[in-house]
């Protein structure tokens, strides 16, 4: 049984491939999005909990970090370029 679930797995190799590409993903968004003060990288679903198949995705979520009090939030920006559309 153990062979069976050991062989299901991740192994060494596959960590650090999958290693590897997100690392690459992070710094292709860090330099999209004015660096790694402006936004967070994050892995998320099976890859960080080592319960991934060999052929699965690598789940990613890109957030931004806030800003300090008194700059322009993204909400603010938002609602100077959306219009107001009142709750029903």
Excluded: C
């Amino acid at each position: 049984m153990d062979y069976f679930l050991n062989s299901l797995g991740p192994s060494n190799e596959s960590e650090q491939r999958r290693a590897f590409i997100f690392e690459k993903v992070k710094q292709i968004v860090h330099k999209a999005y004015g660096g790694a003060d402006k936004v967070q990288v994050l892995k998320y679903g099976s890859d960080p909990l080592k319960t991934y198949l060999p052929d699965s995705d690598i789940d990613i979520t890109v957030l931004p970090i806030a800003e300090p009090s008194g700059a322009k939030s993204a909400e603010s920006s938002s609602q100077a370029v959306l219009p107001e559309t009142p709750l029903n």
